[in-house]
């Protein structure tokens, strides 16, 4: 009986779950300290390493495909894509931060909405969108998008800033 008692304390350990690192964020599966994020296909030999910077562009341009959306990200990330806009080297992950874990991912959008499209509408049509391409695209399971509407754009705000600069 005392064997029993062992093999049965021994499974009962092997069956408990180790604790996640105080280092794990507790929106998506994290890899170890030492590795980075994969998406791995268990079918061939060999890993593929997706960077947390390719995630956040695709999401970038799914996003910038809803109607409504009319910008990312806040007041100065929006000069500073503006600037970018200028010399034709934009970025398309502007106002878009991801975590990216083993087999899921979160991401967080900042936007501005066009004035007069229903908000809740562009935000759930972004979460919507930037869903699919990351689960499509990536292969990693979507935890959680967030939306952030900073601002709303007016139509009279592109009429003013043309009239200013015929101005000067």
Same mark, same amino acid.
């Given at each position: 009986?005392?064997?029993n008692?062992?093999?049965?304390?021994?499974?009962?350990?092997?069956?408990?779950?180790?604790?996640?690192?105080?280092?794990?964020?507790?929106?998506?599966?994290?890899?170890? &300290? $030492?590795?980075?994020?994969?998406?791995?296909?268990?079918?061939? +030999?060999? @890993?593929?390493?997706?960077? *947390?910077?390719?995630?956040?562009?695709?999401a970038?341009?799914?996003?910038r495909?809803?109607?409504?959306?009319?910008?990312?990200?806040?007041?100065?990330?929006?000069?500073?894509?503006?600037?970018?806009?200028a010399?034709?080297?934009?970025?398309?992950?502007?106002?878009?931060?991801?975590?990216?874990?083993?087999?899921?991912?979160a991401?967080?959008?900042?936007i501005v &909405? $066009?004035?007069?499209?229903?908000?809740?509408?562009?935000?759930? +049509?972004? @979460?919507?969108?930037?869903t *699919?391409?990351?689960?499509t695209?990536?292969?990693?399971?979507?935890?959680?998008?967030?939306v952030?509407?900073?601002?709303?754009?007016?139509?009279?705000?592109?009429?003013?800033?043309?009239?200013?600069?015929?101005?000067?």
């Amino acid at each position: 009986m005392a064997t029993n008692e062992t093999n049965t304390s021994i499974a009962a350990e092997a069956a408990t779950p180790t604790p996640r690192s105080a280092t794990t964020s507790p929106r998506v599966d994290r890899a170890p &300290v $030492d590795a980075k994020p994969v998406n791995t296909d268990s079918s061939t +030999n060999g @890993r593929t390493t997706i960077a *947390d910077g390719v995630v956040a562009k695709v999401a970038g341009i799914a996003a910038r495909e809803v109607p409504g959306v009319h910008a990312f990200g806040g007041s100065g990330a929006r000069a500073l894509g503006a600037l970018r806009d200028a010399v034709n080297a934009t970025d398309l992950s502007q106002g878009v931060k991801v975590e990216v874990g083993e087999t899921q991912a979160a991401a967080d959008i900042t936007i501005v &909405v $066009d004035y007069p499209t229903p908000i809740q509408e562009v935000a759930e +049509n972004v @979460r919507r969108a930037v869903t *699919d391409a990351i689960q499509t695209l990536v292969g990693l399971e979507v935890v959680e998008v967030n939306v952030e509407v900073n601002d709303v754009h007016l139509p009279s705000d592109d009429h003013e800033s043309d009239d200013e600069s015929r101005v000067s």
